[in-house]
Structure formats: structure tokens, C-alpha cells
């Protein structure tokens, strides 16, 4: 079988897949870690495609995704973002909580300006799984917290859910 050619991994044999595929890409003056996930050595052409299509896409589904972390830490009910913001506003230092917050600014306006933070530091993709498709991590800092919120998307990037990680 031929290979199939995939933004920033390069060709991959559909019928000799190795189990996990990661690279670091250019992503919004930074860089994110993007990973493949194979629970089976082979797979069909048609969803590797799936998966060029959502590589492609990525900036767009992070877009999508702030909209479900907005939406969230603005909903009454929703809990996932605002615990995420509040536990590192009280866990954080006053040197940690400098180099995230404007200096002078008011400590009522803090957590919409953690929540302004947050930024997509991986991306890993999971083209098997029944369940989900991708799994997306945002960080207020890699070197500032080892906790993440996880936004789980299905192939068009629709949200599953929402959960805080370490």
C-alpha cells in the first residue's frame, strides 16, 4: 500500500503504522506538540485523510475551543474554567501571578485576565478511538502549572467535553 502524506509528520504506511507519532509545530508565535495515537497497525486510507483534514484545521478548532472555554467560564452552571482560574489565583505566587497579570492591574479583574492566558500547548489525536477523536491541552504556562484544561473533540472538532488534568 502507498503512504499517505501528513502535514508535519510526512508519508505514513496505512499498512504499517507504528503506535505513536509526535511532532512540535509553529503555532501562534509559540509552538504546540501535535501527536498521533494508533491502537491498530493498519487503517483504512479514507480516515487518515480524517486526520489531514483535522491537522489542517487545528487553528480553527483552537478558536472553536476558546469559544467552549468562554462559554463556560461564563455560564452560571459551568464550573470546569472558573475552578481552573480560582485554584491558580490562590495557589499561584506573587512572582508566578506577575509574569501572567499586567502590572497595576486590579486584583476583580484577575481571572478574566488568567482566563486570557490560557493557550493550546498540545494537540494529540486519537483516529481509533471510539469514544473521542482529539484530545486538546490548554496551559496558563508549562512552567508555571502541571495542570491542564482538556477540551475532547470528535473529527470536526465538536466539543465532547471539558476537564481539568495534570
Same mark, same amino acid.
Given at each position: 500500500?502507498?503512504?499517505?502524506?501528513?502535514?508535519?509528520?510526512?508519508?505514513?504506511?496505512?499498512? +504499517?503504522? !507504528? +503506535?505513536?507519532?509526535?511532532? %512540535?509545530?509553529?503555532?501562534?508565535?509559540? $509552538?504546540?506538540?501535535?501527536?498521533?495515537?494508533?491502537? =491498530?497497525?493498519?487503517?483504512?486510507? +479514507?480516515?487518515?485523510? %480524517?486526520?489531514?483534514?483535522?491537522?489542517?484545521?487545528?487553528?480553527?478548532?483552537?478558536?472553536?475551543?476558546?469559544?467552549?472555554?468562554?462559554? !463556560?467560564?461564563?455560564?452560571?452552571?459551568? #464550573? $470546569?474554567? /472558573?475552578?481552573?482560574?480560582?485554584?491558580?489565583?490562590? &495557589?499561584?505566587? %506573587?512572582?508566578?501571578?506577575? =509574569?501572567?497579570?499586567?502590572?497595576? =492591574?486590579? =486584583?476583580?479583574?484577575?481571572? @478574566?485576565?488568567?482566563? /486570557? @492566558?490560557?493557550?493550546?500547548?498540545?494537540?494529540?489525536?486519537?483516529?481509533? *478511538? $471510539?469514544?473521542?477523536?482529539?484530545?486538546? #491541552?490548554?496551559?496558563?504556562?508549562?512552567?508555571?502549572? #502541571? /495542570?491542564?484544561?482538556?477540551?475532547? %473533540?470528535? +473529527?470536526?472538532? *465538536?466539543?465532547?467535553?471539558?476537564?481539568? &488534568?495534570?
Amino acid at each position: 500500500m502507498a503512504t499517505f502524506t501528513l502535514p508535519h509528520f510526512g508519508p505514513i504506511d496505512p499498512a +504499517e503504522l !507504528d +503506535e505513536y507519532y509526535d511532532v %512540535t509545530i509553529p503555532f501562534n508565535n509559540g $509552538t504546540i506538540e501535535v501527536d498521533l495515537n494508533f491502537e =491498530s497497525k493498519t487503517i483504512a486510507v +479514507e480516515k487518515l485523510a %480524517t486526520v489531514k483534514h483535522f491537522i489542517e484545521n487545528i487553528r480553527i478548532y483552537d478558536i472553536n475551543n476558546k469559544g467552549y472555554i468562554a462559554k !463556560d467560564y461564563n455560564d452560571e452552571e459551568g #464550573d $470546569t474554567v /472558573q475552578f481552573y482560574l480560582q485554584h491558580h489565583l490562590e &495557589e499561584l505566587g %506573587t512572582a508566578e501571578l506577575a =509574569s501572567l497579570l499586567p502590572a497595576g =492591574s486590579k =486584583s476583580a479583574d484577575h481571572e @478574566k485576565l488568567l482566563l /486570557q @492566558k490560557l493557550h493550546l500547548v498540545r494537540v494529540g489525536i486519537y483516529p481509533h *478511538n $471510539t469514544d473521542y477523536f482529539a484530545v486538546f #491541552d490548554y496551559t496558563l504556562g508549562q512552567d508555571i502549572t #502541571d /495542570q491542564l484544561i482538556v477540551i475532547i %473533540t470528535d +473529527e470536526n472538532g *465538536n466539543l465532547d467535553y471539558m476537564t481539568i &488534568e495534570s
